[in-house]
């Protein structure tokens, strides 16, 4: 089940329209943010709010609200799906225009909370192709508009891979909707947060748990050849956590399952997750 908040209304989401003047539907203008709930609990609210903001602010879209009134509404949303494990989608748009034109038309923004309960998402070890990154070179902003992330995913679909690593230049930037992590000789190395990709909720708090742990982890570019010649490699994003990759471009990775590194990772994440979830606010 879905519940829908659209401009200051709650309703079923398959009930929930948008004009076709908004800019969200004719342009693919607006940012969005993807929020986990476990426990009743938003996890890692602050720092979704966070990049939220940046992405209105390096878009120039009117922020809607201040976040005590989007932390009321995330709650509100948690209450009427009525389970403890969900996801929230927000979208802001940039609003509806008067007419279709490239020019703003200091439009309002429209709000959308999606509201649902957590799908069961596969965890098995995926097999990834590498693909040329052929995405704008603004991934940093978590854009609505996100026709070349599909073309990748749906194009390494149609050729038998799960999901595409996707190389600029010849280093790794992100997958089509996580991003990339490799050991290579006991070092964990993931590429440098830039514009050309997503600054992953995940990814932070990953980077932080090495560095409170003792795991050893560069942050610097990654070739090709070192990707392909990585003991272990996983990919990180809100919905699949930390998740190994079995192949890529048909080769093994390691032996093809989630390595020690992947498996104490993950391990990390999942209590870290746990402390801050912890008690319910439901
Ligand atoms: N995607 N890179 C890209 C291109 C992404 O779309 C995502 C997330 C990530 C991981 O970011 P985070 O750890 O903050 O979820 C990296 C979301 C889940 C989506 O589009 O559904």
Redesign the pocket.
Same mark, same amino acid.
């Given at each position: 089940m879905s519940i829908a908040y659209l401009n200051g209304v709650w309703q079923p989401a398959e009930e929930a329209r948008v004009s076709v003047l908004d800019r969200g539907f004719l342009f693919g203008d607006g940012v969005?943010?993807?929020i986990p709930v476990f426990n009743g609990r938003v996890f *890692?609210e602050d $720092? %979704?709010l966070a $990049?939220m903001a940046r992405s209105l602010g390096q878009t120039g879209i009117k922020p809607p609200m201040p976040n005590d009134c989007w932390k009321h509404l995330f709650a509100e949303g948690i209450r009427r799906v009525g389970e403890a494990s969900a996801v929230l989608?927000v979208q802001i748009t940039r609003g509806v225009s008067r007419v279709r034109s490239h020019n703003y038309q200091n439009e309002e923004p429209t709000v959308l909370v999606l509201a649902s309960g957590w799908p069961e998402y596969e965890q098995r070890p995926h097999d990834v192709v590498t693909m040329e990154d052929f995405r704008w070179s603004r *991934?940093d902003i978590?854009a609505t508009s996100?026709v070349a992330?599909g073309m990748i995913r749906n194009g390494a679909i149609a050729d038998g891979y799960d999901d595409a690593i996707l190389i600029r230049d010849g280093k790794v930037t992100?997958?089509? *909707?996580?991003?990339v992590f490799i050991a290579l000789d006991g070092m964990i190395v993931t590429p440098p947060a830039s514009r050309y990709?997503? %600054?992953?909720?995940?990814?932070?708090?990953v980077i932080e748990l090495a560095a409170a742990h003792g795991l050893p982890l560069q942050e610097r570019e990654i070739t090709h050849a070192e990707l392909m010649a990585a003991n272990e490699v996983w990919l +990180?994003? +809100? +919905? %699949?956590e930390v998740w190994p990759v079995a192949s890529i471009d048909r080769c093994k990775v390691g032996s093809g399952e989630p390595g020690p590194l992947t498996n104490q990772v993950n391990s990390l994440y999942q209590a870290y997750k746990r402390s801050q979830t912890a008690s319910s606010v439901m």
């Open positions: 969005y943010e993807v *890692a $720092r %979704h $990049r989608y *991934a978590k996100l992330s992100e997958a089509s *909707a996580s991003n990709l997503l %600054h992953g909720i995940t990814r932070a708090v +990180t994003s +809100t +919905t %699949h």
